[in-house]
């Protein structure tokens, strides 16, 4: 069965730090792999996704995430926060022969002045 | 990208009453997904919804309780019927654009937040 895991149910981070919001994942074959975030009262905006290539894949507003394959990690990460980076974080993956997305219980990050 | 709309908003309903949202999207899509939030959880999906068949649901989510219909490419309807404080949520559609390249992104709508008493 498919699963992602974010450990942290919050990450707290100075603005101008580097930040880290993590991601495991458990899937059979090579997943498609995804970050979401939500605003307050907003939907969820897509972020970047890994599809296949390069490990390194860049999104927007800054952020970037690593693709683990032996770890099966997808770290989401951005060299210096900000203060509107604060909100709640989604990684979500997908299986190659199946539509659905599984999301992970989802971690708030808050980033402080 | 896809520009999605949902309405209502958000509402507050009487428990035993009905609620029918409707998610509308500015392009031709396939796949339509309805998701649900419940306060301060993740996403599970309810169903998927494509134009001209039944919507498949996931476990724990039966049609009589959350019908849906795809009249047509554009539009979605999913409707909470018998509501129970239990079924307070954000209510999310969403589509994938690229499934004829089968690694498209999910877009969502704004959402629809619903408070029964």
């Known amino acids: 069965a498919q699963s992602v895991a974010q450990p942290e149910d919050q990450v707290n981070v100075a603005e101008g730090n580097p930040l880290t919001v993590k991601c495991t994942y458990s899937?059979?074959?090579?997943?498609?792999l995804f970050w979401y975030v939500q605003y307050p009262n907003r939907g969820l905006q897509f972020l970047l996704k890994?599809?296949?290539?390069?490990?390194l894949v860049k999104g927007s507003y800054g952020f970037e995430a690593e693709f683990n394959k032996s770890q099966t990690s997808f770290h989401l990460k951005k060299p210096s926060a900000l203060v509107s980076d604060s909100a709640l974080y989604f990684c979500?993956?997908?299986?190659?022969?199946?539509?659905?997305?599984?999301f992970g219980t989802g971690t708030r990050l808050q980033v402080f002045p | 990208s896809a520009v999605i709309s949902q309405k209502p908003s958000r509402d507050i309903c009487q428990r035993g009453t009905s609620l029918t949202i409707q998610c509308q999207v500015d392009?031709?899509?396939?796949?339509m997904f309805w998701y649900r939030q419940q306060p301060g959880q993740s996403l599970t999906l309810i169903a998927t919804?494509?134009?001209?068949?039944?919507?498949?649901?996931e476990s724990g989510f039966v049609i009589d309780k959350f019908p849906i219909s795809r009249p047509n490419l554009t539009f979605s309807t999913l409707t909470v019927s018998n509501m129970s404080p239990e079924d307070s949520s954000i209510y999310l559609c969403?589509?994938?654009?690229?499934?004829?390249?089968?690694?498209?992104?999910?877009?969502f709508g704004p959402g629809t937040r619903l408070t029964v008493l």
């Open positions: 979500a993956v997908r299986g190659r022969n199946t539509d659905k997305l599984i």
């Open positions: 969403s589509v994938d654009i690229l499934r004829l390249a089968d690694q498209g992104e999910q877009f």
């Open positions: 392009s031709q899509v396939t796949m």
């Open positions: 890994y599809i296949t290539g390069d490990n």
């Open positions: 919804a494509n134009q001209g068949s039944e919507a498949t649901y």
């Open positions: 899937v059979s074959g090579n997943p498609y």
